[in-house]
């Protein structure tokens, strides 16, 4: 009987979750999911200068939205660090691990020596096979792991493929500092050990420690979980991935006003993919998700795709959970947060009625929200200087007999507005534009709204005859 997938998602509290970690997040979560197993939340707050309560409020804000949850409480790293420097004992008792007394100027002396021969720095085992009898006074010595001098340590990677390591070039990393507190790769180990982690799905930038990690892992005779390393995300140039790229956290996006369905779309086909499907609900990525079909190539961020993307998802999304979504984002919005304080039930009806037109054009909810600021806005209007220019005395005169046309209808809906105003159109002998103009302006005090017709069924026969008169 095979045991159940564990996945962990393993950040570091030292900044926001960018868009990078919110991926590996989410293939994380879906592997889990697809296996009907668990991912663990690791906070790797090991650094406690560089640690912050702040980012990791960020990190778990930026998941909660996303939509990804985890198994149990979080798990901080910085409360294991006993177990770890007991595992560091233990092997130095195993013989697997020894002590190194070398002093900080040795160690650079190492180093140029390093440069000087055209290698990489690294320890070169002075102390490796020294007795401690030798150790000089006052240096309190680091525990380093005893790493195989000959042959290759191979990573039988779920992306990357087999990728074998000349041990050679691996040298005895420290695994316990001069003061007692682990490294890096002790300490991932021995969490993922004890968190029963059987999948470790990360970054290609960590394929260098996973041989590091393996070798511990055999030291101890415990079992080496199963590596997934995706390629990094550049930028749409193909170069490193920056702010400009799309190098941000994931609370951007949100204040940017995409939704969270198609941010786990647009993340999941970075890298990964699932014959030519673009439109992949977060039910069937859960379905069809798995590691052989992640590219080993870097994927490209482009915002262009991801607007396109958001857009089909607006179009997509009801429109009485659209009032939701732009509820919920105007409270996190100072950009739009006079309009959540606006929102009566009258204006949430009317809200709900401007997003059928105003979802066709808009690619975010910043497009939805300032397409739907008319609905909000306090009489009298102030007109936008284009808007200003439709208002002029001829303007006035047509509005004033389109008035008493629009106080008679019986029934005020999309139909009747609209026939109303085209029977006006014909009895005066104007085109359409010459009422349409002065209409859009006087009743948005802009230039661009949805059509006229719907913009005076959204607002009402009174709002719409009380915002004319304003102007006349």
Not at 28 to 57: C, P, V, Y
Not at 109 to 137: F, H, L, N, Q, V
Not at 325 to 330: D, G, I, P, S
Request: with cysteine; charged share 25%.
């Amino acid at each position: 009987m095979t045991s159940p997938v564990v996945t962990r998602f393993a950040p570091s509290p030292t900044g926001f979750l960018h868009i990078g970690g919110a991926r590996t997040a989410l293939f994380n979560w879906l592997f889990a999911r697809h296996h009907n197993g668990k991912m663990l939340l690791r906070i790797e707050d090991t650094d406690r200068q560089r640690s912050t309560q702040g980012a990791i409020d960020a990190i778990l804000d930026g998941l909660r939205w996303l939509g990804l949850d985890w198994e149990g409480e979080p798990f901080f790293q910085h409360q294991h660090l006993e177990r770890h420097a007991d595992i560091a004992q233990l092997l130095l008792d195993s013989g697997k691990a020894y002590k190194c007394y070398c002093t900080s100027e040795e160690l650079e002396k190492m180093r140029e020596a390093a440069r000087e021969a055209g290698r990489a720095a690294s320890y070169d085992g002075t102390w490796r096979d020294r007795d401690a009898s030798e150790a000089p006074e006052g240096i309190k010595p680091v525990i380093r792991f005893r790493s195989p001098e000959n042959g290759v340590t191979t990573v039988e990677d779920h992306v990357q493929g087999s990728v074998t390591v000349s041990n050679s070039e691996l040298d005895d990393l420290i695994i316990l500092r001069s003061d007692g507190t682990p490294t890096y790769n002790l300490s991932v180990v021995v969490d993922d050990h004890d968190m029963g982690v059987t999948h470790v799905i990360r970054g290609d930038d960590h394929l260098t420690n996973a041989a590091r990690q393996s070798q511990i892992y055999e030291a101890l005779d415990w079992p080496v979980p199963v590596f997934a390393h995706i390629p990094l995300i550049h930028g749409s140039d193909g170069a490193k991935l920056s702010k400009r790229h799309g190098a941000l956290g994931v609370e951007a996006y949100r204040d940017m006003g995409y939704l969270p369905p198609a941010l786990r779309n647009y993340l999941v086909r970075l890298g990964w993919s699932h014959g030519d499907e673009e439109i992949i609900s977060t039910e069937q990525m859960v379905e069809w998700f798995g590691l052989e079909a992640i590219g080993k190539s870097p994927a490209r961020f482009d915002f262009d795709k991801l607007n396109n993307l958001n857009a089909h998802y607006l179009r997509a999304t009801e429109d009485e959970t659209l009032v939701s979504e732009l509820k919920q984002f105007w409270q996190t919005s100072d950009a739009f947060s006079d309009l959540h304080d606006k929102l009566n039930p009258e204006r949430t009806d009317q809200l709900q009625l401007a997003l059928a037109p105003l979802k066709e054009r808009a690619k975010t909810l910043i497009d939805l929200s300032e397409g739907a600021s008319f609905v909000f806005a306090e009489r009298p209007l102030t007109l936008e200087d284009g808007a200003a220019k439709f208002i002029d005395e001829e303007a006035r005169r047509t509005l004033a007999a389109l008035c008493p046309e629009l106080e008679a209808l019986g029934k005020w809906s999309l139909a009747t507005v609209e026939a109303a105003i085209r029977s006006f159109t014909e009895q005066q002998g104007l085109k359409l534009g010459k009422v349409a103009q002065p209409l859009r302006a006087a009743l948005t005090g802009t230039t661009k709204s949805p059509g006229i017709f719907d913009v005076l069924n959204i607002l009402g026969r009174e709002e719409t005859l009380d915002r004319i008169r304003d102007q006349l």
